[in-house]
Antibody, heavy 122, light 110 residues
Framework: EVQLLDSGGGLVPRGGSLRLSCAAS????????MAWVRQAPGKGLEWVSVISGSGKTTDYTESVKGRFTISRDNSKGTLSLQMSSLRPEDTARYFC???????????????WGQGTLVAVSS | QSVLTQPASVSGAPGQTVTISCIGADSNIGAGYDVHWYQHLPGTAPKLLIYGNINRPSGVPDRFSGSKSGTSASLAISGLQADDEADYYC???????????FGSGTEVTV
């Protein structure tokens, strides 16, 4: 059974830093790209970042480029998101998600964590 | 503002059918990228409901169906049930933004 356990959220001041983690199990972690998706209070889902299975390729939504860094440790089955220069608009629940690999579900996210809450005070 | 446009809310009586539209553009849905749909109850993990425009993951009832045409897609829920009350999101990829894009979300009320 695929399981994704998000952790690391909390309350931080504007300009602060935070590191989110996602512990994965139930599948061959290194075979799949992983992503972070967030949901601000009262808003919809927003893709934040994605990393390839090998970790060699990453991509970010424009608003977090230069401030957030996605990484993974395939030996431990963990995904991370290092967030710095945090802004109040980064306040959201952050979900880690496994990207589907087959051609039929290409670029879909087939399993998600429960999310971890990040609050940035102004 | 979301790249993919959905109605804010739809409602229906138990047993009825509701349809949720997802309107995109030539740079995403119209460019041939697949549309995927998620069901989300606040505070829980989003669930993949439809992938590749029309396909259901194992365990998703056939009351849920997807379609795609041109620059838009739709999710239909037939035989509406109380536990279908949730937020529903469409998702695709945009080649101009080079980003995964989600719809604005639709709240379904039964």
């Amino acid at each position: 059974e695929v399981q994704l356990l998000d952790s690391g959220g909390g309350l931080v001041p504007r300009g602060g830093s935070l590191r989110l983690s996602c512990a994965a199990s139930g599948f061959t972690f290194s075979d799949f790209a992983m992503a972070w998706v967030r949901q601000a209070p009262g808003k919809g889902l927003e893709w934040v970042s994605v990393i390839s299975g090998s970790g060699k390729t990453t991509d970010y939504t424009e608003s977090v480029k230069g401030r957030f860094t996605i990484s993974r440790d395939n030996s431990k089955g963990t995904l991370s998101l290092q967030m710095s220069s945090l802004r109040p608009e980064d306040t959201a629940r952050y979900f880690c998600a496994k990207r589907c690999s087959s051609s039929k579900c290409y670029k879909a996210f087939d399993f998600w964590g429960q999310g971890t809450l990040v609050a940035v005070s102004s | 503002q979301s790249v993919l446009t959905q109605p804010a809310s739809v409602s229906g009586a138990p047993g009825q059918t509701v349809t949720i539209s997802c309107i995109g553009a030539d740079s995403n849905i119209g460019a041939g990228y697949d549309v995927h749909w998620y069901q989300h109850l606040p505070g829980t993990a989003p669930k993949l409901l439809i992938y590749g425009n029309i396909n259901r993951p194992s365990g998703v009832p056939d009351r849920f169906s997807g379609s795609k045409s041109g620059t838009s897609a739709s999710l239909a829920i037939s035989g509406l049930q109380a536990d279908d009350e949730a937020d529903y999101y469409c998702q695709s990829y945009d080649r101009t933004l080079t980003a995964y894009v989600f719809g604005s979300g639709t709240e379904v009320t039964v």
